[in-house]
């Protein structure tokens, strides 16, 4: 299974940016996806997750309403996970990582997911 995620930059306070992660791999069409963050000295935090169908979609409380988390499924092994932010804040800043294959407990902990890729920085403005 192989991540890579793109679209990282810079922003100013109230902007819109789109992340994107293609996966590619046997498992990738049928695991969810998730996105995470992580800002400077502090633990990686949980941005949303969508299920390998699309259909289901989860936000962490901090991003909810200003995030949306789509994926497109190829027919070739691959899949690719976006992540649109708009009304972007200082707070925002971070490193953000997909991961793939949630594995049971708490999907909002790291540990839940088997595979990440690695790491686009967002960095927003004031």
């Known amino acids: 299974v192989q991540l890579q995620a793109y679209g990282g930059g810079s922003v100013q306070a109230g902007g819109s940016l789109k992340l994107s992660c293609v996966g590619s791999?046997?498992?990738?069409?049928?695991?969810?996806m998730a996105w995470f963050r992580q800002a400077p000295g502090k633990e990686r935090e949980f941005v949303g997750r969508i299920s390998s169908s699309g259909f289901t979609i989860s936000y962490g409380e901090r991003v909810q309403g200003r995030f949306t988390i789509s994926r497109d499924n190829g027919d070739t092994g691959k899949s690719t996970l976006n992540l649109q932010m708009n009304r972007l804040r200082p707070e925002d800043t971070a490193i953000y990582y997909c991961?793939?294959?949630?594995?049971?407990?708490?999907?909002?902990?790291?540990?839940?997911?088997?595979?990440w890729g690695q790491g686009t920085l967002v960095t927003v403005s004031s």
């Open positions: 791999g046997p498992t990738v069409t049928t695991s969810s």
């Open positions: 991961a793939l294959e949630f594995r049971g407990g708490d999907p909002s902990l790291p540990s839940a997911w088997g595979y």
